[in-house]
Every structure is written in structure tokens, then in C-alpha cells.
């Protein structure tokens, strides 16, 4: 069974600061897919970014990338620039290729201060 | 533009009665899911479906819940008698396997059961 870990429960970042959220996951699979879902206070679950664990390359979406260690099985999300709608929820998840389904981390509540 | 509709969006309920939540999910989707997200737990897959058809429903309770899709554009989630422990939000995916990765998530229907 895939585990997901989000070792931060709560960060703060001031406005327009970049902010590191961690996740680390476990997994014997090597065909999978990796995901940040974002969940402000209007409950809507967002996809935020998506990597392929086939892919060397780390992805990015305007202000948020990814820092992506296969061998680590981490993968960690910069939000640059900060602002305030940025404010959430953030689930890692872990989707391995062969089901489909996805297995969330226990979230990191991100507060951006102005 | 296209969306998962899940209906009611609150429902509060006395113990013992029958609750049932509704997912539209989006056209021409095949595969639906049913998550649970709890201050506890966390975000846990209770069942989900491909082309209507049930293929895991491990998470589910099987004395008390029951998840049908009697139509592709209707999947059903059904708790008979409900508990105070299914206090919860639950939320509806939807996805195109073979195509893309991603699931789309509806806004949940936040179930409070008194």
C-alpha cells in the first residue's frame, strides 16, 4: 500500500515570499503520479500541479514548481510569490498508474499574511 | 465550462435516517469516485467506478452505505441508518481514464448527522 506524508500540519509565508511545502511518499510502484491539490475555505478541491514520475524534469505552473527526487521519493511545492488567495489547504497525492485512484497526505494549512 | 455537480451542498440530519448524496459527473467522464474527508482521518476513497461499473468499494462500510450509478450521469451515494460518525464532507470525482490523469473534484456535500 502507498503511504503519503505532509510533515507540516501549519506554515505561514508573508506576501510575496516563497514558501516551501513538503511531502514525502512510499511506494514499491515505479510507474506512478504524483499531485498538489489545493483546498481553500470554499471546500473545492484544485488541482495545483501534476508530475510524472517517468519525467526528470520537475513541473511548473506559473508561480508553483516542484522540487521532485525520485530516488528520495519526495516531492516538495515552492509557491514564489505569494498571495493572499493562496491561502489553503494543500494535499499531496499519490496516484499509482495501474489504479487510478488517488492516496492523499494529511494536508499542510498554508496562511499567506499581507 | 464543465464541472462535477454534487447535491445538497449541506445536509444536516437526525440519527438513524437515510441520507442520500448526488454527483453529476462531468460528460463523457467513465470513471467516478467517492471520497470522505475527516479532521481524523483525512481525505479517504470510499468507492469508485468505470464506465458504471463498480471496481473498489474496500472503503466503503458495507452495512450502511451503498454507491450505485444507475445512469453516466448520475452516481448516487446512500447511507441507511446514518451515525454520528459519518459526520463528515463528502466529495465526488470524476475522471477519463486512458486520457489524462487528472480528477476532477466536485464541492462535497458537508453531512452532519445529529
Known amino acids: 500500500a502507498q503511504t503519503v506524508t505532509q510533515s507540516q500540519p501549519e506554515m505561514s509565508v508573508q506576501e510575496a515570499e516563497t514558501v516551501t511545502l513538503s511531502c514525502t511518499y512510499d511506494?514499491?510502484?515505479?510507474?506512478?503520479?504524483l499531485f498538489w491539490y489545493k483546498q481553500p475555505p470554499s471546500r473545492q478541491m484544485i488541482l495545483v500541479i501534476r508530475?510524472?514520475?517517468?519525467?526528470?524534469q520537475n513541473a511548473t505552473e506559473n508561480r508553483f514548481s516542484v522540487n521532485f527526487q525520485k530516488a528520495a521519493k519526495s516531492f516538495s511545492l515552492k509557491i514564489s510569490d505569494s498571495q493572499l488567495g493562496d491561502t489553503a489547504m494543500y494535499f499531496c497525492?499519490?496516484?499509482?498508474?495501474?489504479?487510478?485512484?488517488?492516496?492523499f497526505g494529511k494536508g499542510t494549512k498554508l496562511s499567506v499574511i499581507p | 465550462d464543465a464541472r462535477v455537480t454534487q447535491t445538497p451542498r449541506d445536509k444536516v440530519t437526525e440519527m438513524g435516517q437515510e441520507v442520500t448524496m448526488r454527483c453529476q459527473p462531468i460528460?463523457?467522464?467513465?470513471?467516478v469516485f467517492w471520497y470522505r474527508q475527516t479532521m481524523m482521518q483525512g481525505l479517504e476513497l470510499l468507492a469508485y467506478f468505470r464506465n458504471r461499473a463498480p471496481l473498489d468499494d474496500s472503503g466503503m462500510p458495507k452495512d450502511r452505505f451503498s454507491a450505485e450509478m444507475p445512469d453516466a450521469t448520475l452516481a448516487t451515494l446512500k447511507i441507511q441508518p446514518s451515525e454520528p460518525r459519518d459526520s463528515a464532507v463528502y466529495f465526488c470525482a470524476s475522471g477519463l481514464r486512458g486520457t489524462n490523469t487528472e480528477a476532477f473534484f466536485g464541492q462535497g456535500t458537508r453531512l452532519t448527522v445529529v
Open positions: 497525492a499519490f496516484m499509482w498508474a495501474g489504479s487510478y485512484q488517488l492516496t
Open positions: 508530475q510524472e514520475a517517468y519525467k526528470q
Open positions: 460528460l463523457g467522464h467513465n470513471t
Open positions: 511506494t514499491s510502484e515505479n510507474n506512478y503520479y
